[in-house]
Nanobody, 120 residues
Framework: EVQLQASGGGLVQAGGSLRLSCAAS????????IGWSRQAPGKGREGVSCMSISDGITYYAGSVKGRFTISSDNAKNTVFLQMNSLKPEDTAVYYCAAGLNGCNDKYDYWGQGTLVTVSS
C-alpha cells in the first residue's frame, strides 16, 4: 500500500521557519519524483517544489524560490521541505505527492495535507 505521510505543519509568525517532512512507503522511492503542493483557502492548488530522487534535480515555484529548500533522506524514504522567511501568503495546506512524470503537479499518489499558518 502506497503511503505518503506529511507532517511538520503548524502556526508560525511571519519571518519564521518550518520544516515539513514526507515519509513515503509502498513504492520504489528512488524511481519517483516527490513534490510538495499547497492549497490556500479559497484558491486552487499550486505546485511549490519537487525533487527527482534518482538524480537530485529540484524545482521551485517562483513564489518560494530562495526561501524554501527541498531535500531528501533516501535511506529513510523521506523528503523534507525547509521553509524560511515565511510570509502570510504561504498559509495553506501543504501536500506531498509522488509520481513518475516529472515535476508537473500531476502525481500518481497524494498524501494527506499538513496545515501551515503564517501570522502577520
Amino acid at each position: 500500500e502506497v503511503q505518503l505521510q506529511a507532517s511538520g505543519g503548524g502556526l508560525v509568525q511571519a519571518g519564521g521557519s518550518l520544516r515539513l517532512s514526507c515519509a513515503a512507503s509502498g513504492f520504489t522511492f528512488d524511481d519517483y519524483v516527490i513534490g510538495w503542493s499547497r492549497q490556500a483557502p479559497g484558491k486552487g492548488r499550486e505546485g511549490v517544489s519537487c525533487m527527482s530522487i534518482s538524480d537530485g534535480i529540484t524545482y521551485y515555484a517562483g513564489s518560494v524560490k530562495g526561501r524554501f529548500t527541498i531535500s531528501s533522506d533516501n535511506a529513510k524514504n523521506t523528503v523534507f521541505l525547509q521553509m524560511n522567511s515565511l510570509k502570510p501568503e504561504d498559509t495553506a495546506v501543504y501536500y506531498c505527492a509522488a509520481g513518475l512524470n516529472g515535476c508537473n503537479d500531476k502525481y500518481d499518489y497524494w498524501g494527506q495535507g499538513t496545515l501551515v499558518t503564517v501570522s502577520s
